[in-house]
């Protein structure tokens, strides 16, 4: 925006130092010499005009490396942040699949451990006989006569 506004004031800079006269116009159009001042005052305009359209091409080519070098710096702001954005993720990825397999293996030594147990207090024990109640028994051998 402040380039803009450095070129269109470089430009109406131009436009004012076009139409300015020099030392030589004005004598001649103070003297009443109204072609001669009207023949010094057409050179003034033609310098002063190469002059204005070169200050103009200069601060179009300012204004448009100024806008380059934005943008690559713009660029280079842009690709920076996209790496970053790439480690964090990563970094996370990384500290999420870290705490899951600690989870996973904090578990499956929690489970070994039971089972070590479970054997341990049933080779401890001794063999178990179930007998059932006589009138159970006496029940189901009447069932089994028929």
């Excluded at 030589?24 to 050179?43: C, F, I, L, M, R």
């Excluded at 070098?69 to 699949?97: C, F, Y």
């Amino acid at each position: 925006m402040l380039k803009r506004h450095l070129l269109l004031a470089s430009v109406l800079a131009g436009a004012f130092a076009v139409t300015a006269c020099s030392q030589q116009t004005e004598e001649q159009a103070d003297a009443g010499n109204v072609e001669s001042a009207a023949e010094s005052a057409g050179n003034d305009i033609a310098a002063n005009t190469r002059e204005a359209t070169t200050e103009a091409e200069i601060a179009a080519q300012n204004s448009g490396e100024d806008l380059a070098d934005g943008a690559r710096t713009a660029g280079a702001v842009a690709a920076g942040a996209v790496v970053n954005t790439g480690e964090a993720i990563a970094d996370g990825a990384n500290t999420v699949v870290e705490g899951t397999a600690d989870a996973v293996a904090k578990g499956a030594s929690s489970v070994a451990d039971g089972a070590s147990d479970v054997a341990a207090n049933a080779s401890a024990k001794p063999d178990t006989d179930l007998q059932a109640d006589p009138a159970i028994k006496e029940a189901v051998s009447a069932d089994q006569q028929y």
